[in-house]
Each structure stands twice: as C-alpha cells, then as structure tokens.
C-alpha cells in the first residue's frame, strides 16, 4: 500500500501542486503543507543528484553558484524548459 500511495497518489499530488494550491483555502494549505513540503525535500533532493553526477544527461542544465548551496536559475523563452523539471525537446 506504502508503494501505490509513493508511486500514484503521491506522484498526482507533487507534479500538479503549483495548480490547485493557488486555488486552495487557508485550511487546505495548512493540512496540504506537509505534502508542500515533501515536493520540496524531493525536488532538492533529485536536483542535487544530477549535480552529483557528471555522467547524468542533465548535468549540464544545473550549475551551481559560488555559494554551493543554491542553484543558478536558467534563463530561456522555450517553454519545455520552463514547464518541466527535466525539459526535453521535441
């Protein structure tokens, strides 16, 4: 059960945040809040796993400033890059 909720529900609710939280109440985003915050624990994490390996097709998309802690952010007008946390061209 532990592997559906991780794989399907978790999956649904992380990847379509930034649309239904703009939306939601002061009382669904304190209960949602948890659930904001795993989404950022992930993200950061996998982020820095590219970082970490030279060898990952998506190394050379994150660079990071002299700081070491945060990432530079990309600057572009295509949208693939901009919608995507792994952009691909098509």
Not at 7 to 13: M, Q
Not at 22 to 37: F, N
Not at 69 to 90: A, D, G, Y
């Amino acid at each position: 059960m532990v592997h559906f909720y991780s794989s399907i529900i978790e999956s649904i609710l992380t990847s379509s945040i930034t649309i239904w939280y703009t939306a939601a109440t002061a009382k669904d985003k304190s209960r949602l809040q948890r659930h904001s915050d795993l989404y950022t624990s992930r993200t950061l994490r996998h982020a820095g796993k590219i970082v970490a390996d030279p060898s990952h097709p998506g190394h050379k998309l994150f660079e990071t400033l002299p700081s070491g802690r945060r990432l530079r952010s990309i600057r572009t007008k295509i949208s693939c890059h901009k919608n995507s946390f792994f952009p691909i061209r098509h």
